[in-house]
């Protein structure tokens, strides 16, 4: 294997069940990746999510070079054995989170310059040295430097920002060492107009990579806006390769983006919500703190088979949550997980049937019921 993997396995309309293969293992597409930021899914042990079905998990160059430093998680094994996680991990490259997280940024062609939101000291991102920091974490897939085009951005800065991203692009290429079982992505920017993002497509398949992600998307534009981005931009994509949306979404986002091409998704929603005590359920979303589950028996979720739906009612979460125990957390977190993950096993065995837009459309429809 030179690169990573890709077979597509079955297309139903637009929608496309795959399998990625790479040194530590494989993923099965339609594919959702919890977000294990700082080398660890915030509230869950490894052994945890992987028992939800995560099959890759992302961990972000961002935070990982400001603490403990990329030297010290190489020095301790790499990201893998440091975290206790033996299959694939994908890293972010940084860009994104330098520009959401960190103090005083000064962008130039060479790359950004950030003060680290932890304790103010002054650091250097560029692409080779981001590329450098994702093969110390030992990350199976690496993406591009970037920069995440802000929502709203007229055409000529989102076409000046996204060319910049293809020059780190083209230099991300070049600094990426290659093994087997190991790739690089390139991201696909160019904000909400057509023609920037057919040029950056254009771009990124010149220089060709292992995968091709949409970045600059759930930025504030609203979810029509993204859905009719990703209408022009996926038919536009190779076909043979890996589509990953980057920082998506709700379950609505993942059901529509999966029936425009999408293969992989990451965001922070099943754990960060979860963690203040929204759960993900088959009829949309429920705040556990709300008085009306006090005195309820029921499980958060009746047809969900996750350890807080098997063994505990809504009435124990929620005071678990009131008297801030930190089961309470651990609990959503693991359950929204699950939820995630049976949502991608349901959409993949759809797609394998060819009956995706039945079951697409009857999982929407749920969604908008409420919960009772
Ligand atoms: N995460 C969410 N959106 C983006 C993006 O546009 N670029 C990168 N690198 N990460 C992201
Ligand atoms: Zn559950």
């Known amino acids: 294997m030179t690169g990573i993997g890709f077979d597509l396995l079955a297309t139903d309309g637009r929608a496309r069940r795959g399998r990625v293969t790479t040194a530590h293992g494989t993923i099965e597409t339609p594919a959702f990746m919890p977000v294990g930021t700082a080398a660890t899914v915030k509230a869950m042990t490894t052994d945890a999510v992987a028992s939800t079905g995560a099959e890759i998990l992302l961990g972000n160059t961002y935070h990982l070079m400001l603490r403990p430093t990329a030297e010290r998680v190489a020095q301790l094994g790499g990201l893998h054995r440091f975290m206790n996680w033996d299959k694939p991990i994908l890293t972010d490259s940084g860009g994104f989170q330098v520009m959401s997280l960190s103090d005083l940024r000064t962008m130039s062609e060479e790359g950004v310059t950030f003060k680290s939101h932890l304790d103010g000291s002054r650091h250097h991102l560029t692409p080779e040295r981001s590329i450098q920091i994702q093969h110390m974490l030992d990350s199976n897939i690496t993406m591009c430097l970037d920069e995440c085009t802000p929502f ?8 000046s920002s996204m060319r910049l991203s293809m020059r780190w692009a083209r230099r991300s290429k070049d600094a990426f060492v290659e093994r087997p079982g190991y790739g690089l992505f390139g991201i696909v920017q160019g904000g909400i107009y057509p023609e920037q993002r057919a040029e950056s497509v254009a771009a ?3 220089i060709g990579f292992d995968g091709y992600a949409i970045g600059g998307l759930a930025v504030g534009e609203g979810q029509e806006t993204m859905f009719r981005v990703l209408d022009f931009t996926e038919p536009l994509m190779v076909k043979d390769r890996p589509r990953y949306l980057m920082g998506v979404g709700r379950p609505s986002d993942l059901i529509g983006a999966v029936r425009r091409g999408v293969d992989m998704f990451d965001c922070v929603m099943p754990t960060r919500s979860g963690r203040t005590g929204q759960a993900f359920v088959r009829r949309g979303t429920i705040n556990i703190r709300n008085a009306r589950h006090a005195h309820d028996e029921r499980p958060l979720d009746s047809e969900c088979g996750c350890p807080a739906c ?10 678990l ?24 096993r349901t959409m993949r065995q759809a797609i394998a049937d060819g009956n995706f837009e039945e079951v697409a459309g009857a999982m929407e429809a749920r969604l908008n019921e409420g919960d009772i």
């Open 152 to 159: 709203p951005a007229t055409e000529a800065q989102a076409e």
């Open 204 to 206: 990124l398949t010149d």
């Open 310 to 319: 098997r063994s505990y009612s809504r009435g124990y979460l929620h005071h």
């Open 321 to 344: 949550f009131k008297a801030d125990e930190m089961l309470g957390p651990m609990l959503l977190t693991w359950h929204n997980l699950h939820y995630y993950q049976d949502l991608m």
